[in-house]
């Protein structure tokens, strides 16, 4: 499709031009949280009038976004109006962390997902289907190679989890995404994996859009992010399982308390959420991609619909449920996210940064290392307790450097 047609659903729907268009129905983000550092990091920015509020180019913005309407495209590979328009959009600023970041290890191919296994870090790269398992002194070893990963575009090997002796792994493969697992053997520099098997397959694949992150839950269950693999209708189609947050058993069934008899949708209306996390009190987080416009942070209901493709960001209309916080693209582009302490930590590609979210206050937010490390895919957090960060500047669309792309430790404190 091109990306300046006019997607039917836009045209028939008056709510979303609306959204998009407005100023925003709640009070723009702003940017900065509570706390000590916050505070410098806020003087500073005051001090160099980088402080982020709507601004009338933001607007201005939204505003020819009608004009171009809600089309199907990519999100950050190869895709022209999401890396032409940040000139449009706030500038990037610098946070001035009070520490700085230290590098566990570099020279990955674009990592998309960092786990544990025991104390083994484990990475997924998206494009070479390498599974690898990182060692103390920063070496990495290879467990595996993932088989039928077709990477182009958005897909490849993407989401890893661990759980009761298998290593988990959402694949795009030639004609769809599938979640497979592998048995575990041994530990440390010993850990190898048995044969495959498939949890969940049949998840619509496209060369965007494809989700990719799984979890479980507190619940064990495991929890699954699928993108609507750029055919947007899906994501309202409960019968699909593209533009949808899954839940199933560690064996792939449905579970009996599952919200739609039956299925696996948990929620659905979703575009391409790539971040999940569950606070201690239970409360699911997720991060996802809008389209030209707003990319969310939202809560995840069970049977919830989040709206997409007939509203985008927060619309308030009662028959969807907003996000509790949105964000511009281009300061964004939301994919890994975990939880650590009091505050939720999202990866942000296109924003080239690391957000901080108080769970006490989740409509505000802090921009951490802004384009100081690129484009960063995932975050979590260590057995120890320790903020991960993955860098993602090998995956095409970045500008690595001869280290790239690194895993860092990233000071919360
Ligand atoms: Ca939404």
Redesign the pocket.
Same mark, same amino acid.
């Given at each position: 499709m091109d990306a300046h047609s006019v997607h039917p659903t836009c045209l028939a729907d008056p709510d979303r031009p609306r959204c998009q268009a407005g100023p925003p129905s709640h009070p723009f983000p702003v940017e900065v949280g509570g706390g000590r550092r916050t505070r410098q990091i806020l003087m500073k920015e005051r001090k160099t009038g980088m402080v982020k509020r709507a601004s009338f180019t933001a607007v201005a913005l939204a505003f020819a976004l009608i004009l171009t309407g809600c089309t199907s495209r990519p999100d950050e590979a190869g895709e022209p109006a999401r890396q032409a328009s940040p000139a449009a959009s706030e500038p990037v600023t610098a946070s001035e962390p009070v520490t700085k970041p230290k590098v566990v290890t570099s020279g990955l191919e674009a990592p998309w997902s960092i786990i544990f296994h025991g104390d083994t870090p484990l990475v997924s790269e998206r494009d070479s289907g390498r599974i690898l398992a990182l060692h103390d002194d920063g070496t990495t070893s290879e467990i595996t190679t993932v088989d039928d990963v077709r990477a182009a575009g958005e897909g490849g090997l993407l989401g890893l989890a661990d759980h009761d002796g298998y290593l988990y792994a959402y694949v795009t493969a030639a004609s769809e995404n599938r979640i497979i697992r592998y048995p575990l053997q041994g530990d440390g520099a010993q850990l190898a994996v048995g044969r495959a098997e498939t949890v969940l397959d049949g998840i619509p694949a496209g060369t965007y859009h494809n989700g990719g992150r799984i979890a479980f839950g507190p619940d064990g269950m495991l929890y699954a992010t699928t993108g609507d693999n750029q055919n947007s209708d899906n994501a309202q189609d409960r019968a699909s399982l593209a533009g949808k947050i899954l839940r199933m058993t560690p064996e792939g069934d449905v579970p009996g308390d599952n919200p739609f008899d039956g299925s696996h949708v948990y929620s659905y %209306?979703?575009?391409n959420p790539q971040g999940i996390a569950w606070a201690a009190d239970g409360t699911m987080y997720a991060t /996802?991609f %809008?389209q030209d416009t707003w990319d /969310?942070l939202?809560i995840i209901k069970p049977g919830g619909n989040? %709206?997409?493709p007939i509203? /985008? %960001?927060i619309c308030k209309n009662r028959q969807?449920i907003?996000?509790v916080q949105q964000w511009r693209p281009a300061e964004a582009s939301p994919s890994g996210m975990t939880i650590l302490g009091d505050d939720i930590w999202v990866a942000n590609l296109r924003g080239q940064s690391i957000r901080q979210i108080p769970l006490s206050a989740p409509s505000t937010s802090t921009r951490h290392y802004v384009g100081q490390y690129g484009r960063i895919s995932d975050v979590v957090v260590t057995p120890k307790g320790k903020l991960w960060a993955a860098t993602s500047n090998t995956d095409g669309t970045g500008r690595p450097n001869q280290d790239d792309d690194r895993i860092l430790t990233i000071p919360t404190e």
């Open positions: %209306g979703h575009r /996802e %809008g /969310e939202n989040y %709206g997409w509203v /985008e %960001g969807y907003d996000p």
